[in-house]
């Protein structure tokens, strides 16, 4: 045993480990832009959990004049309705990357796991799955999505179904090509020679295999769903009034920002920058995602 | 090549239907009676039950629900059995008649309001096509040929914006920036492009702009990422040996075939693009087949609705086919194929 022991320290010491926060700095040298887009995220992340505390007002009250223009008071301003337009996009930051996140991760994880079990089994099922896929990619996404909230009802819980809906078929799609490849290999043989049945080579051999490739997407889909959620909240069939939506702000009532009398410049500004931002933060950390973990992969997500 | 274009139209067909009936059910799960609508708010119930039966909607759904020997039950074969409001609609939809909204204060039918329409919306998504290309793939070369200088990643960092940039807010900026400084305002009502083209442009150029600042982008990063990969081959490095101008080899050799996958994603952004004239003619006021989808979506006007559907699935259609014939140029192994 003592023997052992020391070969095996002997082994380590002959090839000196690079410490882990060392090789996380070198990725990070390489990819400024990767970095650019984790800052976006983490401070617009720490400024959603702890909205109640960056934000000086609150989103809602109506307690100051309607149009002041940014001050010290009011970094963005006020709204038409005399609301701080600085709290409201705090806020914002929470329902948009609430709604992202919840139907991205529900989204994907459907989307995922019916591309594992269409790939994996192949056949008939396969078939049909990537025929209704076809067809549901084939119609606008917005539209689709416009319709089912319009059935549904316009709510943040219905938003979040709608996208978590339109999340599935791209998911699935990614997903199944990757695993059509990746059951090729004889791990899968070997897996099944040694007994395991398909669930477990599914959920043992094959996901963690796709797994970074789900990763990739989920970020990338992340910029997207925030997309289709202002997008939906500007057509005023997304996040309904009272709740501070940075697409539900940019609309409706809030139009008055056009010069005549008022010209409150500032309500069309922030929002959008927001919305803007945000996106673009998870395009960067995406796009790095995909370079750093799978280039192959470039271009085609 | 005719036996290809008459096989990839074959295959579309199931396409079409497979859409016209995916909406259609959709539509029905809309709570909403077109009776009830038309009846208005002084109708009887009688006047209700006439409605529903002038507008077929005492009829099935889709399939006569019934056993053998009830007296509902029809077979394929008899033509009762077609008498549902799917297969009348879609009939009567073949023959070119949507039917009519669901407000009767709207007098028109819903094709003839689709084709009023339809110059507007063919006008600006054409219009996206052309600027997504002409910005899209030229952009897309110049960023591998120059791959990892100033000038690429200045290309791929705006297209990176593009994408996430939402369209609705570059075009309220764009409306609303050039009023606070010049109180300058878009000229509103439609102006046809043969009666004015320069008044026709200064009012779809602007929409078409924006709308196509994502799709380009998405072209954009595919056209390098696949020109990239196409020139690693081993051809590329032959006609480079044999002393072949670098021009030569780009344009002759390397760009038709990197050009397939661009194709490809830009049938599909024609979609996305759809659904972005919805936004984009909101904002500009366009009176196109997007902002009547919107309206018609809102108050649950699904006569419309429906019809907007066979529109759009007919345009992936026109899209599919084109895209296949441009393949077939493209790469003669699929002519063959």
């Known amino acids: ?301 | 090549m005719q036996t290809y274009i008459l096989r990839r139209v074959l295959n579309l067909i199931p396409v079409l239907f497979l859409i016209s009936l995916g909406v259609f059910v959709l539509l029905r799960l809309v709570p909403a009676d077109l009776a009830e609508i038309h009846a208005g708010l002084y109708g009887t119930e009688q006047d209700i039950e006439q409605l529903r039966e002038q507008f077929g909607l005492d009829k099935p759904m889709l399939v006569t629900l019934a056993w053998p020997w009830e007296g509902e039950f029809a077979w394929p074969w008899e033509g009762k059995f077609w008498h549902t409001q799917y297969f009348e609609w879609l009939g009567s939809a073949l023959q070119g008649d949507l039917g009519e909204s669901a407000f009767p204060n709207k007098p028109q039918g819903v094709t003839a309001e689709l084709l009023d329409r339809l110059p507007v919306t063919a006008e600006l998504l054409i219009l996206t096509l052309i600027f997504t290309i002409a910005f899209g793939i030229p952009i897309g070369i110049i960023s591998a040929v120059w791959q990892n200088s100033p000038v690429d990643y200045l290309m791929r960092g705006g297209s990176i914006l593009g994408l996430s940039v939402p369209a609705f807010w570059l075009a309220t900026l764009v409306i609303l920036i050039p009023s606070l400084i010049w109180s300058y305002a878009p000229p509103l009502g439609y102006v046809a492009f043969f009666d004015d083209p320069w008044a026709n442009l200064r009012q779809f150029v602007p929409p078409a702009l924006i709308l196509s600042a994502g799709s380009a982008a998405v072209v954009m990063r595919l056209a390098r990422s696949s020109l990239l990969e196409v020139l690693r081959n081993d051809y590329i490095r032959t006609a480079r040996a044999k002393g072949l101008r670098e021009r030569t080899v780009l344009f002759r050799h390397a760009l038709k075939n990197s050009l397939i996958p661009v194709l490809t994603i830009l049938s599909l952004q024609v979609a996305t693009l759809l659904g972005g004239t919805v936004i984009i003619e909101l904002v500009f006021d366009l009176r196109g087949i997007g902002l009547l989808t919107f309206l018609a979506i809102l108050q649950r006007d699904y006569p419309v609705v429906q019809g907007v559907a066979l529109y759009i699935a007919f345009i992936f259609v026109i899209v599919n086919l084109t895209v296949d014939i441009a393949y077939a140029w493209l790469d003669p192994r699929i002519r063959y194929g």
């Open chain 1, 1 to 301: 045993m003592a023997i052992d022991d020391t070969a095996l320290e002997f082994q380590m010491d002959a090839r000196p480990r690079t410490p882990v926060w060392r090789l996380l700095a070198r990725l990070a040298w390489r990819n400024p832009l990767g970095v650019l887009g984790a800052v976006i995220i983490l401070v617009l992340a720490f400024v959603a959990l702890f909205a109640d505390f960056v934000a000086p007002y609150s989103p809602s009250s109506t307690e100051f004049k309607a149009f002041i223009g940014p001050s010290g008071d009011h970094l963005f301003g006020t709204d038409n309705l005399g609301r701080d337009v600085f709290s409201r996009v705090v806020h914002g930051a929470r329902i948009s990357l609430g709604v992202g996140v919840i139907s991205v991760s529900i989204g994907s994880a459907a989307g995922a796991a019916i591309g594992i079990v269409s790939g994996y089994f192949g056949g008939r099922l396969d078939n049909l799955m990537q025929r209704t896929g076809e067809i549901i990619m084939a119609f606008p996404a917005l539209i689709l999505l416009l319709i089912i909230v319009s059935i549904l009802g316009p709510s943040i819980q219905n938003v979040v179904i709608a996208i978590s809906l339109g999340v599935i078929p791209g998911v699935q799609r990614i997903v199944r090509g990757a695993v059509l490849s990746e059951k090729q290999n004889q791990y899968v043989e070997a897996a099944r020679a040694l007994g395991a049945g398909n669930l477990h080579i599914m959920a043992r051999h094959i996901l963690p295999n796709v797994l970074a490739l789900i990763i990739i997407l989920a970020t990338l889909l992340l910029g997207f769903a925030i997309l289709i959620e202002a997008g939906l909240s500007f057509l005023q069939l997304g996040v309904p009034p009272p709740n501070p939506s940075w697409g539900a702000d940019l609309s409706g009532e809030a139009r008055t920002y056009f010069p005549d009398p008022p010209g409150a410049w500032w309500m069309a500004i922030f929002p959008g920058l927001a919305i803007s931002i945000t996106v673009l933060g998870f395009n960067l950390l995406g796009d790095t995602l995909r370079d750093i973990l799978d280039p192959r992969l470039r271009g085609r997500l």
